[in-house]
């Protein structure tokens, strides 16, 4: 077969412009990789040479009112490790367990951090002993997908005196990042877990760094250092509070390690809250890095409840103190006024019904107005005049009280106190049957169903304090507003009436005579609340304030089983005195000499 010369030619062509439209394809490959989409494929080399180890940030310093530190940041390691899957970092975990003490659990906590964020460090020990650190230090080359850094570790130095109100902070979990508030956040980093840095945490958590390293292809690192240049974590600002930490201390070592119950003090004008504290207490310190398990235990199993907030999540009845609410509502109704008798004077008790309504005074009171019904406590006056104000209206009221709600105060975990929402409260507690007008006699004196919280108790003093504005609880200053409720419509008249009855409770003529500072006028109310666990043991309370007449400061004590409620007056007068006058002059001694009777005392109530 032959071919003719120009077919030959005509080939040639052919195949010519094939060469060169395969070399133009050739041309626009490289020039699309090479400088179209060069930053794009840089990128993806330089991502799987570098690994990102992220710098935590330093967390907001928290400063109380004069600057003090109650919460700061100190130096301190962690240990992570860099690896290609799951397997591998388990096995190599393992090997490091001979070297340090690594228990499986956290073993495959790493593991499980490792798939969430597989590209970064997985966290093995987000708080790591100068003495681990030393022994990886001289086993490094054998783990060459380990890191080890210095990071900023929370600290508080005052430990349990603030561990109420600042809680403390912790590695976030699996569940915690499944929500959406915690949607940038990754795996190992630390978060608040409770108080002002659960609170507070968008404001002090600062903005994380990030540190290069240089891997091979089994994800060894090979360079730590120039890699790249590092992005410098971000610090945090401060935070600052209304807290006067010499008052914190002070009100914390009058519960020492007998006592069990919560005390707030607080301005009345601005709510600014002065000192706060939940006794027992717990060491916030010891939680960061991982709660240690016997500590965990120990703090589980206490009957005490050291984690349980008994200040915002205790719920008590108020007993005598909800005396001065009754009143507001019987003066506010014009069903009373401060000079009002009731048709039976007290000789012990109140019959009402087939019952027997005891007053605290076996031997009775006699015939008091409502201004002596309050400076003695005359149980047997207020089932009388809850009676007159009546169950409808006395719900109202403390509704519109606010005893029905939350103080509102900058902490989260607060709980809603309980109080009836109507009649038909009793009828689904109950049944329709199953209750009668007496529940009215024990709301009235603070007690049936009727539990608050020390701070709820504490805020609505602050409106018998000032002016008959209730102000909210604030722990972190904030200067822009004050947020103040009226809750009282009162003439100054009524309002002083009730202020200087409050004052002779704090005399020789009141239940809280021991209690009473030299040069300064204390007002307030005692309590003695019936324990539903423990009926033998009964709760103290006592809500005051002070200067009577130009009060500073308003002061909510509550003790579980505290029995009586001159003990926790003189709780609250020693803490006034405090921050009034700097220094306390009126008992000296253990926290148990304080709840030893004197003849100032007149009851218990």
Partial sequence: MSFHPNDLARRARGASWMLVLLFLVLLGAFFRTQVLRNSEYALKSESNRLREVPLPAPRGIIYDRNEQIIAENVPGYSVSMLSPAGDSLRASLRRLSALIPLSSEQIESSVRRFRRAPTRPTVVLADAPFDVISVLEEHRVEFPGLIIQSAPKRYYPDGEAVAAFVGYTGEITENELAQSEYESYKAGQQIGKGGLEKQYEKQLRGQEGVRFVEVDARGRVVREAGARQDLRPLPAPALHTNIDLDLQRYAASLFGDSLQGGIIAMDPVSGGVLALHSA?????????????????????????????????????????????????????????????HMPQSCTGGYQFGNRYFRCWEKKGHGDVSL????????????????????????????????????????????????????????????????????????????????????????????????????????????????????????????????????????????????????????????????????????????????????????????????????????????????????????????PTALATPTSADESTR
């Fill in 280 to 340: 027992p207490s717990f060491d916030p310190n010891r939680f960061i890095g991982g709660i240690p398990a016997e500590y965990w235990r120990q703090l589980n199993t206490d009957p005490r409840r050291p984690l349980y907030n008994k200040v915002i999540q205790g719920r008590y009845p108020p007993a005598s103190t909800f005396k001065l609410a009754t009143a507001v509502l019987a003066l506010n109704d014009k069903v009373a006024t401060l000079d009002t």
């Fill in 371 to 590: 201004a002596r019904a309050l400076e003695v406590s005359c149980d047997t006056y207020f089932y009388q005049l809850g009676l007159k104000i009546g169950l409808t209206r006395l719900i109202a009221g403390g509704i519109r009280l606010g005893f029905d709600k939350r103080s509102g105060i900058d902490l989260p975990g607060e709980v809603i106190p309980i109080y009836p929402y109507g009649e038909d409260y009793y009828n689904k507690r109950y049944g329709a049957r199953g209750w009668s007008s007496a529940v009215t006699l024990n709301l009235s004196i603070g007690q049936g169903e009727n539990d608050q919280t020390v701070v709820n108790m504490a805020r609505f003093y602050t409106a018998l304090a000032t002016d008959g504005l209730a102000a909210r609880p604030e722990v972190v200053r904030n200067d822009d507003e004050r947020s103040r409720t009226r809750v009282i419509q009162l003439s100054d008249r009524e309002l002083q009436g009730l202020r200087n009855a409050m004052k002779n409770v704090v005399s020789e003529r009141g239940t809280a005579g021991s209690a009473r500072i030299a040069d300064i006028v204390l007002a307030g109310k005692t309590g003695t609340a019936q324990n539903a666990h423990d009926v033998t043991r009964d709760h103290a309370w006592f809500v005051g304030f002070a200067p009577a007449d130009d009060p500073k400061i308003v002061v909510s004590v509550m003790l579980e089983f505290g029995e009586h409620g001159y003990y926790a007056a003189r709780i609250a007068s020693k803490i006034i005195e405090r921050y009034l006058k700097g220094a306390p002059t009126l008992v000296t001694g253990s």
